[in-house]
């Protein structure tokens, strides 16, 4: 699907990354959060306007192992997050199979003005020459449980090592039916240069949360790929509140062969000031 008029009304709907290359490898945050629900340190990642969602400070610590052609699960990437009251900063650590690596630094910002969140994301990435690029984004609460959210990513479309990151318009749907249940739907058109158009991709999840100190977190979604095939399916548990803790795997068909691809455990400490 590489037309214009899906994208434009794709942008009603938010929440996918930019897609894996050789040298550059999305957030893992990013894997598994939607940008109408993404809050705290991590939502840095995702969508920066989620930061000014809620009045708080938080610190996140995320590893990923990833497998590769040997079928080992060596450490394939490193983040730390932190946000105070929107503000935030977060560093990655990407480690590839050939031995590369990269770094990237993000500094973000995010503001809540009623019902209406807007934020904004610089990054700098590492290579043998520095890059720069620019996400910006909103959220709007339309009414109790139904938030929407809309991105633009790659704003500078930078050379990153040995890939390029096209200029792409992301969109979402979050909708919390009851208090332990949220549906989220999104969109993503990228930029595909040159004569292959528009590239469009969308993910659908579902999630159950108690609250408390002790709380519990199931999350399941499904990655489509442009001609809604199945391309990834991912799986989230966690338990905690302020304090918490998170292990995602993520899975893809290879080969006729459904397995294991990632794994990854995250740390979250956070506090409320309201």
């Known amino acids: 699907m590489r037309r214009a ?3 434009a009304l794709g942008l009603l709907l938010l929440g996918l990354g930019a897609p894996v290359h050789a040298q550059y490898r999305t957030p893992r945050s990013a894997d598994y959060l939607f940008a109408t629900t993404a809050s705290g340190a991590r939502a840095i990642w995702v969508n920066p306007a989620a930061l000014g969602t809620v009045f708080e400070a938080s610190v996140m610590i995320e590893a990923m192992v990833e497998r590769n052609g040997a079928g080992d699960y060596p450490l394939a990437q490193y983040t730390f997050g932190f946000n105070s009251r929107g503000v935030a900063f977060g560093f990655r650590r990407d480690r590839f199979p050939n031995d590369g690596a990269g770094n990237t630094w993000r500094f973000g910002f995010g503001r809540a003005l009623g019902r209406v969140s807007i934020g ?4 700098i990435y590492s290579g043998t020459e520095r890059k720069q690029d620019v996400d910006v984004g909103i959220r709007y609460l339309v009414t109790r449980g139904l938030d929407v959210a809309l991105g633009v990513e790659h704003i500078g479309q ?7 990151l096209r200029f792409a318009g992301t969109a979402g749907i979050g909708w919390r039916p009851v208090a332990p249940l949220t549906l989220e739907v999104a969109a993503r058109g990228a930029d595909g240069a040159g004569t292959q158009g528009w590239l469009f991709a969308y993910r659908a999840g579902v999630s159950l949360e108690t609250r408390g100190r002790l709380a519990l977190g199931l999350r399941a979604l499904v990655d489509l790929d442009d001609a809604f095939h199945i391309d990834r399916l991912v799986a989230a548990i966690s338990i905690g509140g302020p304090y918490r803790g998170i292990l995602v795997g ?6 006729g062969d459904t397995r294991l691809e990632t794994l990854s455990v995250t740390g ?3 506090h409320d000031f309201r």
């Open 5 to 7: 008029l899906p994208f």
């Open 120 to 123: 904004a994301a610089a990054s």
């Open 158 to 164: 930078p050379t990153v090592r040995d890939s390029a």
């Open 250 to 255: 993520s899975g893809a068909k290879r080969a």
């Open 268 to 270: 979250v400490a956070s």
